[in-house]
Protein backbone atom coordinates (compact mmCIF):
# COMPACT_ATOMS: atom_id res chain seq x y z
CA UNK A 1 0.00 0.00 0.00
CA UNK A 2 1.19 3.34 -0.51
CA UNK A 3 2.21 5.68 1.33
CA UNK A 4 2.49 9.59 0.58
CA UNK A 5 3.82 11.80 -1.49
CA UNK A 6 0.20 11.60 -3.40
CA UNK A 7 1.45 13.37 -6.52
CA UNK A 8 4.10 14.33 -8.83
CA UNK A 9 4.78 17.81 -7.34
CA UNK A 10 7.98 18.75 -6.74
CA UNK A 11 7.78 20.74 -3.45
CA UNK A 12 11.40 22.09 -3.82
CA UNK A 13 10.00 23.98 -6.92
CA UNK A 14 6.65 25.21 -5.20
CA UNK A 15 6.97 28.67 -6.76
CA UNK A 16 6.93 27.33 -10.33
CA UNK A 17 2.91 25.73 -9.39
CA UNK A 18 0.54 28.81 -10.01
CA UNK A 19 -1.43 26.50 -12.23
CA UNK A 20 -2.10 24.62 -8.99
CA UNK A 21 -4.62 26.23 -7.15
CA UNK A 22 -4.51 26.59 -3.41
CA UNK A 23 -7.12 28.79 -2.95
CA UNK A 24 -10.97 28.42 -2.31
CA UNK A 25 -12.48 30.44 -4.16
CA UNK A 26 -12.28 29.00 -7.92
CA UNK A 27 -13.12 31.27 -10.46
CA UNK A 28 -13.47 30.07 -13.81
CA UNK A 29 -14.25 32.00 -16.93
CA UNK A 30 -14.15 29.69 -19.54
CA UNK A 31 -14.10 25.67 -20.01
CA UNK A 32 -11.42 24.48 -21.23
CA UNK A 33 -11.55 22.90 -24.82
CA UNK A 34 -8.39 21.33 -25.35
CA UNK A 35 -7.92 17.27 -25.36
CA UNK A 36 -11.02 17.30 -26.96
CA UNK A 37 -13.52 18.57 -24.66
CA UNK A 38 -16.98 19.83 -25.73
CA UNK A 39 -19.88 21.05 -24.20
CA UNK A 40 -21.89 18.19 -25.31
CA UNK A 41 -23.85 16.71 -22.47
CA UNK A 42 -26.20 19.00 -20.42
CA UNK A 43 -24.19 18.61 -16.89
CA UNK A 44 -21.25 17.90 -17.11
CA UNK A 45 -18.43 19.65 -15.37
CA UNK A 46 -15.46 22.04 -16.58
CA UNK A 47 -12.49 20.01 -16.95
CA UNK A 48 -10.25 22.14 -15.45
CA UNK A 49 -11.92 20.78 -11.96
CA UNK A 50 -10.27 17.30 -12.92
CA UNK A 51 -7.02 18.84 -13.90
CA UNK A 52 -6.61 20.63 -10.47
CA UNK A 53 -7.67 17.19 -8.66
CA UNK A 54 -5.34 15.19 -10.99
CA UNK A 55 -2.58 17.55 -10.34
CA UNK A 56 -2.69 17.86 -6.41
CA UNK A 57 -4.31 14.43 -5.62
CA UNK A 58 -2.55 11.94 -8.43
CA UNK A 59 0.54 10.94 -9.52
CA UNK A 60 1.22 9.06 -13.20
CA UNK A 61 -0.25 5.74 -13.68
CA UNK A 62 -2.82 5.91 -10.35
CA UNK A 63 -6.55 4.67 -10.82
CA UNK A 64 -9.04 7.05 -10.71
CA UNK A 65 -12.40 6.16 -10.17
CA UNK A 66 -15.31 8.47 -11.28
CA UNK A 67 -18.94 6.64 -10.33
CA UNK A 68 -20.95 9.28 -12.40
CA UNK A 69 -18.84 9.64 -15.67
CA UNK A 70 -21.31 10.83 -17.55
CA UNK A 71 -19.96 12.12 -20.90
CA UNK A 72 -16.46 11.12 -19.78
CA UNK A 73 -15.30 14.68 -19.05
CA UNK A 74 -12.82 12.86 -16.46
CA UNK A 75 -11.78 9.53 -18.62
CA UNK A 76 -10.49 12.39 -20.80
CA UNK A 77 -8.45 14.42 -18.68
CA UNK A 78 -6.64 11.33 -16.57
CA UNK A 79 -5.69 9.50 -20.04
CA UNK A 80 -4.53 13.29 -21.39
CA UNK A 81 -3.13 13.20 -17.84
CA UNK A 82 -0.88 9.50 -18.07
CA UNK A 83 -3.69 8.57 -15.53
CA UNK A 84 -5.83 5.47 -15.69
CA UNK A 85 -9.43 5.75 -15.51
CA UNK A 86 -12.56 3.37 -14.51
CA UNK A 87 -15.63 5.12 -14.88
CA UNK A 88 -19.25 4.34 -14.37
CA UNK A 89 -22.95 5.41 -14.80
CA UNK A 90 -25.98 4.31 -14.90
CA UNK A 91 -26.95 4.42 -18.12
CA UNK A 92 -25.71 1.83 -20.83
CA UNK A 93 -25.51 3.99 -23.99
CA UNK A 94 -23.00 6.69 -22.27
CA UNK A 95 -20.73 3.62 -21.69
CA UNK A 96 -20.87 1.84 -25.02
CA UNK A 97 -19.92 5.54 -26.48
CA UNK A 98 -17.04 5.81 -24.04
CA UNK A 99 -16.19 2.33 -24.64
CA UNK A 100 -16.01 2.48 -28.33
CA UNK A 101 -14.29 6.59 -28.23
CA UNK A 102 -11.50 5.25 -26.30
CA UNK A 103 -11.20 1.74 -27.81
CA UNK A 104 -7.40 1.38 -28.10
CA UNK A 105 -6.79 1.84 -24.46
CA UNK A 106 -10.06 0.50 -22.84
CA UNK A 107 -10.63 -3.26 -21.19
CA UNK A 108 -13.15 -4.64 -23.90
CA UNK A 109 -15.85 -6.90 -21.95
CA UNK A 110 -15.24 -8.00 -18.78
CA UNK A 111 -16.52 -11.51 -19.04
CA UNK A 112 -14.36 -13.28 -21.41
CA UNK A 113 -12.08 -15.16 -18.79
CA UNK A 114 -8.63 -13.33 -18.37
CA UNK A 115 -6.72 -13.84 -15.41
CA UNK A 116 -5.26 -10.99 -13.79
CA UNK A 117 -1.95 -11.76 -15.00
CA UNK A 118 -3.40 -11.50 -18.26
CA UNK A 119 -5.18 -8.35 -18.41
CA UNK A 120 -2.01 -6.62 -16.45
CA UNK A 121 0.27 -7.96 -20.42
CA UNK A 122 -2.70 -5.92 -21.64
CA UNK A 123 -1.40 -2.44 -20.03
CA UNK A 124 -5.20 -1.27 -20.51
CA UNK A 125 -5.73 2.46 -19.15
CA UNK A 126 -9.52 2.33 -19.01
CA UNK A 127 -12.53 0.71 -18.05
CA UNK A 128 -16.14 1.73 -18.27
CA UNK A 129 -19.25 -0.37 -16.63
CA UNK A 130 -22.83 -0.02 -16.85
CA UNK A 131 -24.52 0.08 -13.63
CA UNK A 132 -25.68 1.55 -10.37
CA UNK A 133 -22.82 2.82 -8.08
CA UNK A 134 -24.99 2.41 -5.19
CA UNK A 135 -25.22 -0.69 -5.49
CA UNK A 136 -23.30 -3.08 -3.78
CA UNK A 137 -22.92 -5.76 -7.08
CA UNK A 138 -21.71 -2.90 -8.90
CA UNK A 139 -18.70 -2.41 -6.12
CA UNK A 140 -17.52 -5.55 -6.59
CA UNK A 141 -17.27 -6.08 -9.98
CA UNK A 142 -15.15 -2.68 -10.18
CA UNK A 143 -12.81 -4.23 -7.40
CA UNK A 144 -11.95 -6.61 -10.47
CA UNK A 145 -11.73 -4.12 -12.23
CA UNK A 146 -9.43 -2.09 -10.06
CA UNK A 147 -7.04 -4.96 -9.96
CA UNK A 148 -6.52 -5.30 -13.79
CA UNK A 149 -6.05 -1.80 -14.07
CA UNK A 150 -3.75 -1.36 -10.96
CA UNK A 151 -3.26 -2.25 -6.95
CA UNK A 152 -6.85 -3.11 -6.45
CA UNK A 153 -7.59 0.08 -4.97
CA UNK A 154 -8.49 3.64 -6.94
CA UNK A 155 -5.74 6.42 -5.76
CA UNK A 156 -8.68 9.07 -6.46
CA UNK A 157 -12.34 9.17 -6.39
CA UNK A 158 -14.30 11.71 -8.63
CA UNK A 159 -18.14 12.08 -7.15
CA UNK A 160 -19.89 14.29 -9.84
CA UNK A 161 -23.62 13.05 -8.94
CA UNK A 162 -26.69 14.55 -9.86
CA UNK A 163 -27.76 17.38 -7.83
CA UNK A 164 -30.88 15.75 -6.76
CA UNK A 165 -33.32 16.03 -9.28
CA UNK A 166 -32.47 19.53 -10.45
CA UNK A 167 -31.28 17.56 -14.16
CA UNK A 168 -33.20 14.40 -14.76
CA UNK A 169 -30.58 11.98 -16.58
CA UNK A 170 -32.71 8.86 -17.11
CA UNK A 171 -35.80 7.08 -15.94
CA UNK A 172 -33.86 4.47 -14.66
CA UNK A 173 -34.58 2.84 -11.41
CA UNK A 174 -31.54 4.08 -9.25
CA UNK A 175 -30.53 7.26 -10.92
CA UNK A 176 -29.73 9.35 -8.40
CA UNK A 177 -31.37 12.08 -10.39
CA UNK A 178 -34.95 10.08 -10.37
CA UNK A 179 -35.67 9.33 -7.02
CA UNK A 180 -38.60 9.66 -5.01
CA UNK A 181 -37.45 12.01 -2.37
CA UNK A 182 -34.68 13.98 -1.32
CA UNK A 183 -34.40 12.21 1.74
CA UNK A 184 -34.16 9.10 -1.14
CA UNK A 185 -31.07 10.95 -2.58
CA UNK A 186 -29.32 11.46 0.58
CA UNK A 187 -30.16 7.63 1.37
CA UNK A 188 -28.31 6.47 -1.73
CA UNK A 189 -25.97 9.16 -2.05
CA UNK A 190 -24.63 7.82 1.46
CA UNK A 191 -24.49 4.04 -0.32
CA UNK A 192 -22.47 5.07 -3.07
CA UNK A 193 -20.15 7.10 -0.60
CA UNK A 194 -19.48 3.82 1.44
CA UNK A 195 -18.93 1.78 -1.92
CA UNK A 196 -15.79 4.26 -3.08
CA UNK A 197 -14.70 4.53 0.62
CA UNK A 198 -13.95 1.14 0.26
CA UNK A 199 -12.68 1.22 -2.83
CA UNK A 200 -10.33 4.17 -2.59
CA UNK A 201 -6.51 3.44 -1.28
CA UNK A 202 -6.44 4.80 2.43
CA UNK A 203 -4.26 7.88 2.22
CA UNK A 204 -5.77 9.05 -0.54
CA UNK A 205 -8.38 11.78 -1.58
CA UNK A 206 -12.19 12.26 -3.09
CA UNK A 207 -13.27 14.80 -4.50
CA UNK A 208 -17.11 16.30 -4.89
CA UNK A 209 -18.61 18.23 -6.86
CA UNK A 210 -22.18 19.67 -6.03
CA UNK A 211 -24.67 22.72 -5.77
CA UNK A 212 -27.35 23.18 -3.69
CA UNK A 213 -31.18 23.93 -5.41
CA UNK A 214 -34.27 25.76 -3.85
CA UNK A 215 -37.68 23.98 -3.39
CA UNK A 216 -41.23 25.63 -2.51
CA UNK A 217 -39.57 28.94 -1.47
CA UNK A 218 -36.51 27.32 0.60
CA UNK A 219 -32.93 26.66 0.35
CA UNK A 220 -32.34 22.81 0.29
CA UNK A 221 -28.63 22.47 1.12
CA UNK A 222 -27.74 19.25 -0.73
CA UNK A 223 -23.65 20.25 -0.72
CA UNK A 224 -23.68 20.55 2.99
CA UNK A 225 -25.78 17.31 3.60
CA UNK A 226 -23.73 15.50 1.48
CA UNK A 227 -20.48 16.50 3.11
CA UNK A 228 -22.18 15.01 5.91
CA UNK A 229 -22.91 12.01 4.47
CA UNK A 230 -19.46 11.38 3.32
CA UNK A 231 -17.77 12.13 6.84
CA UNK A 232 -20.34 9.38 8.62
CA UNK A 233 -18.86 7.25 5.82
CA UNK A 234 -15.23 7.81 7.12
CA UNK A 235 -14.26 10.56 5.32
CA UNK A 236 -12.64 12.92 6.55
CA UNK A 237 -13.10 16.92 5.39
CA UNK A 238 -9.68 18.43 3.84
CA UNK A 239 -11.50 21.53 2.36
CA UNK A 240 -13.84 22.97 0.59
CA UNK A 241 -13.61 25.76 -2.29
CA UNK A 242 -16.28 27.65 -4.11
CA UNK A 243 -16.43 27.44 -7.71
CA UNK A 244 -18.40 30.40 -9.69
CA UNK A 245 -21.12 29.44 -11.73
CA UNK A 246 -20.74 33.02 -13.82
CA UNK A 247 -20.33 32.72 -17.12
CA UNK A 248 -21.97 29.10 -17.05
CA UNK A 249 -23.10 28.28 -20.31
CA UNK A 250 -26.54 27.00 -19.19
CA UNK A 251 -27.66 29.40 -16.31
CA UNK A 252 -26.66 32.64 -18.99
CA UNK A 253 -29.66 31.57 -21.05
CA UNK A 254 -32.56 32.19 -17.58
CA UNK A 255 -30.46 34.41 -15.82
CA UNK A 256 -33.07 37.39 -16.19
CA UNK A 257 -35.69 35.29 -15.19
CA UNK A 258 -33.90 33.80 -12.30
CA UNK A 259 -33.09 37.49 -10.91
CA UNK A 260 -36.68 38.69 -11.30
CA UNK A 261 -37.53 35.08 -8.97
CA UNK A 262 -34.77 35.97 -6.61
CA UNK A 263 -35.93 39.66 -5.93
CA UNK A 264 -39.63 38.37 -5.83
CA UNK A 265 -38.91 35.42 -3.47
CA UNK A 266 -36.25 36.68 -1.28
CA UNK A 267 -33.73 34.36 -2.08
CA UNK A 268 -30.11 34.51 -3.96
CA UNK A 269 -29.26 33.36 -7.16
CA UNK A 270 -26.78 30.43 -7.31
CA UNK A 271 -23.36 31.99 -8.72
CA UNK A 272 -21.60 28.82 -7.08
CA UNK A 273 -21.22 25.41 -6.78
CA UNK A 274 -18.68 23.17 -4.34
CA UNK A 275 -15.71 21.27 -4.81
CA UNK A 276 -14.77 20.05 -1.86
CA UNK A 277 -11.87 17.33 -0.55
CA UNK A 278 -11.73 14.06 1.33
CA UNK A 279 -9.18 11.79 2.39
CA UNK A 280 -9.47 8.55 3.78
CA UNK A 281 -7.50 8.04 6.43
CA UNK A 282 -4.06 6.16 6.35
CA UNK A 283 -5.51 4.52 9.49
CA UNK A 284 -8.56 4.28 10.45
CA UNK A 285 -9.35 6.19 14.11
CA UNK A 286 -10.93 4.33 16.84
CA UNK A 287 -13.03 7.45 17.99
CA UNK A 288 -15.16 9.39 15.79
C1 LIG B 1 -23.75 15.31 -13.11
S1 LIG B 1 -23.65 13.99 -14.26
C2 LIG B 1 -21.93 13.68 -14.36
C3 LIG B 1 -21.34 14.42 -15.52
C4 LIG B 1 -19.86 14.15 -15.73
N1 LIG B 1 -19.05 14.69 -14.65
C5 LIG B 1 -19.41 14.75 -17.04
O1 LIG B 1 -18.59 15.67 -17.03
O2 LIG B 1 -19.92 14.34 -18.09
C6 LIG B 1 -24.25 12.65 -13.30
C7 LIG B 1 -24.23 11.30 -14.02
O3 LIG B 1 -24.56 10.30 -13.06
C8 LIG B 1 -25.29 9.26 -13.70
N2 LIG B 1 -25.98 8.54 -12.62
C9 LIG B 1 -27.08 8.90 -11.91
N3 LIG B 1 -27.36 7.99 -10.97
C10 LIG B 1 -26.40 7.04 -11.04
C11 LIG B 1 -26.12 5.85 -10.29
N4 LIG B 1 -26.91 5.46 -9.29
N5 LIG B 1 -25.03 5.12 -10.63
C12 LIG B 1 -24.24 5.49 -11.67
N6 LIG B 1 -24.46 6.60 -12.42
C13 LIG B 1 -25.52 7.37 -12.09
C14 LIG B 1 -26.18 9.99 -14.70
O4 LIG B 1 -26.55 9.14 -15.75
C15 LIG B 1 -25.25 11.13 -15.15
O5 LIG B 1 -24.57 10.80 -16.33
Known amino acids: ?24 WWDIPKRDTSNGHKLDYHGNFVPQIVQQA ?13 PFIGSGT ?5 LAQGRKVLGVDIQAELITKLTDRFNDVCFPDFKTGLDQQERVKLHKQAAFVHGNSASVETTSLLKDHLAALGNGFAQLVILHPPYDDIIKFSDHRGDLSNLTSTD ?7 LMARNCYRLLEPGRYAILVIGDKYRDGELVPLGFEC ?8 FRLKGTAVKSMVGN ?10 RRRALAGGFFTFDHEYVMVFQRALKESKRR
Open 249 to 258: EAKGKNAGLW
Open 184 to 190: EFYFQFE
Open 227 to 234: MDRMRRTG
Open 74 to 78: TAIEC
Open 1 to 24: MSKLPINDLDLKQWKEYDHVWTNS
Open 54 to 66: LWRYTKAGDVVLD
